[in-house]
């Protein structure tokens, strides 16, 4: 396998969908050796079966505003593997998506899935609605039409969506309420459902909460920990809010945060109750922080949390928010590690950059799979009819990112004693999952 070769051809047969094309290339860049060195995968022409989605699911979502209005969107679900267990991975509602933002993280999820050691195949789904500005109503229609149409491609055997960008407990509700009423099923058919209707204590917190959790892992492994710690964060959603609080916990400073418009600095370290008042109750911008603590920084470069100076640098909001530029201003300042909250927030050249300055770059398929994780957890007390108890969860949850942190070590580790954990990530990952296609035969 020649990584540029195959990149071209992917290129040609998928074009348009540059986002799948970078994290398939990733991931292609880090098993060229172990793949090249193993002839069986050749052999059953492996490397081309993985980039293939078992299926797409595109659809037509109709609904109504409250002035009447109709409105027409795109719905998508990737079932991309189901080697490892039922397809699993969240929905997103975004503007700005496409179908090859889907199978980008699709894709990713496969093997994010994989290093969590339950099983789950990979999936992915959303649709390019904006729930910004809309009102519960709205959102609620809009979620029931989704349903409507996807409620025929899942089950808690087959297919298992959750939560991403613009999908949290609201939306969730309203679409295990509609897949209820079609299906005529009480089942365990999403995940980060409702406390007392079937979800998981911390699935919540769980993205965030385990992407500290490895990078503490991180620390251990360099004699350290993270207290006193000064983090610089973007995002102001589900996964930066939790990473922030456990940060808070553990005696480290958040002092940047973003949202879509623009960005916080704070260097009294970031008030994370102000922050969820502002983003969880009242959905509102980040950008009003500044009305009580008027000391605090804003400014519309979302960038600039990057110009911080900080020993951790955790990217939560979205693929490609963190570029060559950042990265450069990061390792100048002493950055020591940049763990992906968000899915590829890192942009390829800024990874290459991170790496040859051997500044710790966990990627997200690592870094941000305690969500998925916890999702897992999910799927298994609903199928026991049972409920864990908060520190029950939270101590699988450790348990899974540190065993993620050592297959990392595990394939990552270099003569050197630096470990590249991008490496060392999408070989543990490959590995598990080309194994079990190969003992199911061609499907
Ligand atoms: P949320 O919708 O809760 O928050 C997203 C945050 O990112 C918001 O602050 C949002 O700003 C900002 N954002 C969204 N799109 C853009 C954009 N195009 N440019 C700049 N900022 C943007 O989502 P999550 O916190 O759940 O997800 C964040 C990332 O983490 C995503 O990459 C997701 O795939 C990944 N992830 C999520 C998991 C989960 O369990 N939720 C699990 C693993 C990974 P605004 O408020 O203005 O919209
Ligand atoms: O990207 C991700 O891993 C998620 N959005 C969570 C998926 C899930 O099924 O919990």
Known sequence: MNPKQFLDNLTKIHPGEAEFHQAVGEVIESIEEV????????????????????RIIMFRVPWQDDEGKVHVNRGYR?????????????????????????????????????LTGLPMGGGKGGSDFDPKGKTDNEVMRFCQSFMTELHKHIGPETDVPAGDIGVGGREIGFLFGQYGRLANRFEGVLTGKGLSWGGS???????????????????????????????????????????????????????????????IIDEDGIDLDLVKEIKEVNRGRIKEYLEKHPKAKYSENRDDVWKVKCDIAL?????????????????????????EGANMPVTPDAVHYLLKNKVGMIPGKAANAGGVAVSGLEMSQNAMKLQWTPKEVDERLHQIMFNIHESCLKYGKRPDGYVDYVKGANVAGFLKVAEAMIDQGLV
């Open 78 to 114: 990737i079932e991309f593997n189901s080697a490892l267990g039922p397809y699993k991975g969240g929905l997103r509602f975004h503007p700005e998506v496409s179908l090859g933002t889907f199978k980008f993280l699709g894709f990713e999820q496969i093997f994010k899935n994989a």
């Open 35 to 54: 793949y090249n060195q193993n002839p069986q995968f050749e052999s059953v022409n492996l490397l081309d079966r993985i980039v293939e989605p078992d």
């Open 201 to 263: 204590w911390i699935r919540k917190e769980a993205t965030g909460y385990g992407l500290v959790y490895i990078t503490q892992n991180f620390l251990q492994e360099h004699g350290s920990d993270m207290s006193g710690k000064r983090i610089a964060m973007s995002g102001a959603g589900n996964v930066a809010i939790y990473a922030a609080e456990k940060v808070m916990q553990l005696g480290g400073t958040v002092l940047s945060m973003s949202d879509s418009n623009g960005c």
């Open 315 to 339: 990217p939560n909001a979205t693929q490609n928010e963190l570029n060559l530029e950042s990265a450069k201003m990061l390792v100048a300042n002493g950055c020591q590690v940049v763990a």
